[in-house]
């Protein structure tokens, strides 16, 4: 017998408050049955596009039927509207403010639909005004979660809102990208994927790659511990993403690195 | 077929240690069905009164039967007993120490009685000094959603620890409060809650109150985004409290708040 | 019903980026019956003898087959091996880097056999080499959690990386180790553990022992709140280790303690 789909929880609203518990309670006491899993609670407060890219880079690992609820909403309570989003496997639920940016850019047929949620009968009772995550979407999740079918939850949207999400730029055989997130372990990753480097050349011939962050230069090796020197070195991460790193150290603060800065890949 | 009881846990132990962990094998070995929720780790060390108002805040929005196991705990290994409180729809496992004081405040049905864990049987068989979480509390939190009867754990006590919990005053059309919690977003929570704002002036006229904190006076606004203004505003969240805040910033470091400092509100 | 094993989680992934909710997705998408527990991701990074104790330390007060996952994990990607060590109770999935060093010291027949991952078809289809928790470790962990024998992951292995574990030294009726741990609380935790301390002269007489650390000396106490003096005390902990500590207060900020710092008992 398998367990209710898993409902996904990605939010700014750290770990020392109750906020996340709360929710969590709620989506319990509507669904016994739930199985709740942390994405993250550490994303910078109101950084909506930070929020975006977690959920882009980890929704897909999860089972047809999860339900990723996102909280990261500094217009809660104003006029900014609560959603569902259905895709072909997935489900998402917070506030329109960019946050489903990255799912909205995927491929038809994945995307499917966005709602408004409007019926309250699918919200708490009381609903305040400072936090739709225990009032709004920890309910509508649970319900979801326990088969209630997506048109139920309120109105078809036509429009809503999406980030402009910044891509690398192609000239002649340069790439120009930048640095999107510094990771726990200070490696700095960029916004040059795969796909864009499969456009310059074959990756099978990945040796033909010239990075550089400024004014340093490197090659793209196969993984960490093959440059053990200490020097800044390069590598396609296991999502796909153009990474510099140190072995053993962190890129970012040993060589200065942040987000929004430069990367480039040339062919040689 | 529904899951047994939750079980939250409430505790200062950070997240660095495996304390938590620990105690959730310990859990799981009694009760493979048991279902565990973090409310937080991050209580401040030996913060009683933090973990108190944490408990309060949150326990009521788990479902009926939730098991609600709270270790903030300096006594350890001591003379303070430990305890298992008995309300009408829930149930608190911890140290005598405070921890349930906003428990014991609510109106009878709600609290029913404490019992004194005195019955080793529930406990794990070599029981420490200094780690009654997972010796004591863990397992019969274990034992009681597996269904023990309450009274199996001890006795009922009569006398258990009570903090004085610090309550707005009313002085003419004056009420005075203060700040008891600074939330992850920088936000500054009062005593002053809505029920003694309604015995001022009915909330439909909230307009008429003038909130004080120094010399800065405020309005209390609807939503967050009602002020874009960068300058400290008020509104009753969505826990009841008068709350002060700077939209899209940290009220307690743009302002200086910390606990403690004095709230005013004046009908006008 | 007894849901499947549980599966436990310890890294230094810390907890802002999406990489252990990932890793729980992968483990739902095999097994969605999973049961999975977090002992920490706040490993220092890279430190494998840290993780090494955290995992000694929690797993046995785990259920007999639960499945404990550790990465910490610098050599990803290279030639380091991915094993599943199996004990009488247990099993543990990780890189043969020494993580399971304290795990191979047991006693027969604790530990049985170490396994090395050869067998692709039970990794994610496209294993990256950056994250072996996502590709390699979380789906292992989810297949042996349903049942598979864990000869089928690959081959029997003879040589593993065992980390030499500092040991206390006895010199005539002094014992000398060293602080290993310094906790939340700043409690400063040593390799001393009751074994040791129970050769010099039975517990039941600990009022023999003088503990020193550097210029300042202790007698063993019974629980914290015997000294609320705010002096340095000592106490024998819930894991049978020898720990110094002050009521209330960090040991390590108040007295400078850290790990590695020598602690010496001896007989009176």
Redesign the interface.
């Known amino acids: ?3 209710t789909p ?1 409902i ?1 929880l ?1 939010t ?11 929710m ?3 989506v ?2 509507i669904n ?2 739930a ?9 910078e ?2 950084n909506i596009l930070e929020a975006a890219r ?1 959920i882009a ?2 929704s897909k ?3 047809a039927g ?1 339900i990723n609820v996102a909280v990261v909403d ?5 006029s900014r509207k609560p959603l569902l989003v259905v895709t072909k496997d997935h489900y998402f639920i917070g506030p329109d403010n960019g946050l489903f940016s990255m799912v909205y850019e995927r491929i038809e047929p994945d995307f499917l639909k966005v709602i408004h949620l409007t019926e309250p009968k699918y919200f708490l009772p009381s609903t ?4 739709h995550g ?2 709004i979407f920890a309910p509508v999740a649970a319900w979801l979660s326990k088969g209630t079918d997506p048109d139920n939850f309120g109105v078809k949207l036509d429009e809503y809102i999406k980030l402009s999400i910044t891509k690398p730029v192609l000239s002649g055989d340069t790439l120009t990208g930048e640095i999107v997130t510094v ?3 200070g490696n700095t990753i960029s916004n040059i994927t795969v796909d864009e480097l499969a456009n310059l050349v074959p990756l099978d011939s990945r040796e033909r790659f010239k990075v550089s962050s400024g004014s340093r230069q490197m090659t793209v090796l ?5 440059n053990d020197g200490g020097s800044l070195s390069a ?6 993403q153009l ?1 510099l790193f140190v ?2 150290g962190s890129a970012a603060d040993k060589f200065n690195l942040k987000t929004g800065d430069k990367i480039t890949v040339t062919l040689v």
Chains 1, 2, 3 share one sequence.
């Not at 500094?74 to 104003?78: F, I």
Request: aromatic share 14%; glycine share 14%; hydrophobic share 35%.
């Open positions: 017998m398998l367990r898993v996904t990605t700014d609203f750290g770990l020392k408050d109750p906020f996340v518990g709360i969590k309670g709620v319990l006491g016994p049955e199985g709740i899993i942390d994405i993250t609670h550490n994303i407060r109101q977690v880079a980890s690992y999860f089972p999860t500094p217009g809660v309570g104003g305040g005004s400072t936090f225990r009032d990771d726990n372990f196969n993984y960490y511990a093959e590598i396609i991460n296991s999502f796909g990474e072995f053993r």
